[in-house]
């Protein structure tokens, strides 16, 4: 029988990606085997994402990284898949001629097909369809690059709400959600595979609903807290407009979801957030987070924000950084504005200067660093359940897992602990994790 061959895919952007790399591994494990890196591969594939700036640029200078290698390996493929392959299609093939296979958003299930017909054929392939409105493909088997305890589940693909910055609806199409039946029958997969943590995944959960009974995404929790082996739940993301008190109520009631949410805020202005299109007011978010806060009190948020959006004066700025200083972030994922093509924020006038704004973002990072530095200090001496994920990634010799608030937590321990929950005592705080020691 013949050697698998070896696959190296790269990601960048949103979870989405990294759900649908997991799936491209999938995929394509009867053929391949994960590849440590590039040089070691045969089969390349740049997984794109375009929600920031120069994107587009970032990709095409990657390739040419790559041309080397397929110089030396005439035989090495190289695909290019994504937001970007989406958005370029074509024009990555002209660009690019290192470039085997460019596939959009909706063709991933395709990759197998598509390589393939590459070495069939000879010809180099771009198959982009457009938003089908169809049900995402069905879940990936478990991949082979992914094993481990915890595992992203998407729930739902696209999004409707065209916020004015944003380029998902474009890329990634209008809003379908999968079958509960389906997304029972794979959260079952997975946790008869060692799963035990899963992350329901869409642009939009809290609107989810099942296509055939029509049950809304708490309905979906619901049943997901049946599913025996599964110990924990998370979800990710949660716009603010449709942040439900029952969705509230369920954190509270079920035992298995996580004291943890994401709850993109974007901006602290009202002005801003009506030109954003977000849907909601400053206020109302944060009564949002007042009544979560006062039925699951240890509840951690974390948050995504846009700094400089057009029109964006100093008094807007403040406004975030007071939202800021009110929640208390766990962390905040911050991102100067970037006009994306197709949105209508690109085609918004800026009456602010771009040096006037260029100071903004380090100012929030540096307040938002300070919250998350003295959130980890108050961690110290407490508690907590921690899910190991197994060996810290950056070799300290320490295993490492995460609390159910989504605190990292590092801590003296035998990798054979991996998928196990265990009570770790919090002795020492970084940048980024918790230290601990376990405790009987
Ligand atoms: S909710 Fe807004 S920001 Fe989020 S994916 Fe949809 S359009 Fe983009």
Redesign the pocket.
Known sequence: MKDPGKLYVKTFGCQMNVYDTEKIYAFLQDSYVPAASEEEADVIILNTCSIREKAEQKVYSLLGRFKPLKDVNPDLLIGVGGCVAQQEGERILSRSPAVDIVFGTHNVDEIPLLLAERIREGKRICRVKEDTGKVPAAGAPRAMGSAGPTSLLTIMKG?????A?????IV?GREVSRSAREILDEAGFLAGNGVREITLLG??VNSYRDPVTGAGFVSLLESLELLSGIERIRFV?S?PKDFSPELARSMADLSKVCEHIHL?V?AGSDRVLKAM??GYTSREYLEQVEFLRQLVPDVEFTT?IIVGFPGEEREDFEGTLDILKLVRYQNAFSFRFSPRPGTAAAEMEDCVDADVKRPWLPELQELQNSITAEKHRDMVGKEVEVLVEGVDKKKSGLIEGRTRTNYIVHFPGDAALTGRTVRVRITDSRTIHLVGEMVN
């Open positions: 999004c409707d709400n065209y916020c910055y944003c380029v998902v609806p990634r642009q939009n993301t716009h993109p974007q299109k977000r995504d």
